[in-house]
């Protein structure tokens, strides 16, 4: 099993940043991409950003396309996500995400999530 354990999400402002990190360990020669979903009080699990095995090619949703980046480390095992720009509507709840799939776009719904973390909450404050 792969267990993703992320943090860094908290409490900021509208216009501020905030850096989520999501460390996998385990079977961790089982996964490839690796992404961020993220979940609002009454909505749906939506897809924000994914990256390759290698780190070369990324993903993301429309509505984060500009404010947010994705990063992974050289050993593959820890995926960044920086935020800059945030609004009150990126409130939610983060879950890492990994696939047992090469591509980025493996990662673009939930059913191509393997494994998910627990999540770490984002709060934006207008």
């Known amino acids: 099993q792969v267990q993703l354990v992320e943090s860094g999400g908290g409490l900021v402002q509208a216009g501020g940043s905030l850096r989520l990190s999501c460390v996998a360990s385990?079977?961790?020669?089982?996964?490839?991409?690796m992404g961020w979903f993220r979940q609002a009080p009454g909505k749906e699990r939506e897809f924000v950003s994914a990256v390759s095995w290698s780190g070369g090619s990324t993903v993301y949703a429309d509505s984060v396309k500009g404010r947010f980046t994705i990063s992974r480390d050289s050993a593959g095992n820890t995926v960044y996500l920086q935020m800059n720009s945030l609004k009150p509507e990126d409130t939610a709840v983060y879950y890492c995400?990994?696939?047992?799939?090469?591509?980025?776009?493996?990662?673009?719904?939930?059913?191509?999530?393997?494994?998910w973390g627990k999540g770490t909450l984002v709060t934006v404050s207008s």
């Open positions: 385990g079977r961790t020669f089982t996964i490839y991409a």
């Open positions: 995400a990994a696939s047992g799939r090469g591509l980025a776009t493996s990662l673009r719904t939930v059913h191509g999530v393997d494994y």
